[in-house]
């Protein structure tokens, strides 16, 4: 069992940046590979990045590439998502998930966090 603790979100303007944090409980974290995903009102949860369970890869979607940067410190059971150059297509809750095993892009995580608001202004 992995209990999921998102923080970082806000309000910014474009062209700001932020850093979503997702903290996880239990001594198994590691063992898991870790997504962020975003949710935008009407439309379903979406990629955005992913990493291994050791930190070794990442993945992201096309709109992230060169603006969000995801890493993971296991010693502290923590993801992160460094979001820069921040535009307002990008406002969403942004979700973190753990699973094991299966596809990185896909939204069958095991687990979830209960989100964090990002909400960018022109």
């Known amino acids: 069992q992995v209990q999921l603790v998102e923080s970082g979100g806000g309000l910014v303007q474009a062209g700001g940046s932020l850093r979503l944090s997702c903290v996880g409980s239990?001594?198994?974290?590691?063992?898991?590979?870790m997504g962020w995903f975003c949710q935008a009102p009407g439309k379903e949860r979406e990629f955005v990045a992913a990493i291994s369970w050791s930190g070794d890869s990442t993945y992201y979607a096309d709109s992230a590439k060169g603006r969000f940067t995801i890493s993971r410190d296991n010693a502290k059971n923590t993801v992160y998502l460094q979001m820069n150059s921040l535009k307002p297509e990008d406002t969403a809750v942004y979700y973190c998930?753990?699973?094991?095993?299966?596809?990185?892009?896909?939204?069958?995580?095991?687990?979830w966090g209960q989100g964090t608001q990002v909400t960018v202004s022109s």
């Open positions: 239990g001594r198994t974290f590691r063992r898991y590979a």
């Open positions: 998930g753990a699973r094991f095993g299966g596809s990185y892009y896909t939204n069958d995580y095991d687990y």
